[in-house]
Structure formats: C-alpha cells, structure tokens
C-alpha cells in the first residue's frame, strides 16, 4: 500500500513561482515512477512530470522550462518547482506513484495507472 502527501500548494500571480512537496510511504515504494499529475475544472487528469530510478525526468511539453522534478535520496521526498507559473496552470495537483513511467509521447496523450495523493491547489491569476 503506498501513501502519498502532498504539501505547497497556493495562489500566485502569473510568472510566479511554487513548490510542492510529497511525502512517500509504504511498501516497495521503489518500486514505483514518482511524478506529479494535474486536474483542472471541467477538464481530465494529466501527467505533467515524472522521474525513473534512474534520475531520468519527463515532462509534458507546456511545462518544459518551467517546472522541474526532483527528489531526495532514498525517494522518500518528491518535489515540484514550478516556476513562470501562467493561468493555464491553475489545477489541482497531485502526487503520483505510478506503475510504470510514461514515455515522451505517452506524458501527454495518456493518463498513467497507479496511485494518488489527495491533492494540492494551484492558482494562477
């Protein structure tokens, strides 16, 4: 069973900057891909990045630039700094622990399986 905390969430104004935290647990954790997903109003979820054992990152292409995925050893912490936030940005993100890591096609045409957090806010007006 994994558990999955997400923290830093929080209004902004364009071009402004967040970083959102999640705190793992639970059982093979490791072996997981660890990224971060969005759900805006009216609209379904998306990947926006992820990162493999390896260290590798994916991100959807809108994000490229911008937003930046790390985590600390032992993957136990996972990070999202966004920055030049606009207002397309504005959803509610989650932490993400999926099956497998998507490829740089499949970041933005699908979903991904696997679990979620609860969510954090993100507005940018």
């Known amino acids: 069973h994994v558990q999955l905390v997400e923290s830093g969430g929080g209004s902004v104004q364009t071009g402004g900057s967040l970083r959102l935290s999640c705190e793992l647990s639970g059982d093979r954790i490791v072996n997981y891909c660890m990224g971060w997903t969005r759900q805006a109003p009216g609209k379904g979820r998306e990947q926006v990045a992820f990162?493999?054992?390896?260290?590798?990152?994916i991100y959807r292409d809108t994000v490229k630039g911008r937003f930046t995925i790390s985590q600390e050893a032992r993957k136990f912490t996972l990070y999202l700094q966004m920055d030049n936030l606009k207002p397309e940005d504005t959803a509610m993100y989650y932490c993400a622990a999926h099956y497998r890591c998507p490829t740089e096609a499949e970041v933005t045409t699908q979903t991904g399986l696997g679990y979620w957090g609860q969510g954090t806010q993100v507005t940018v007006s």
């Open positions: 990162i493999d054992s390896d260290g590798k990152t």
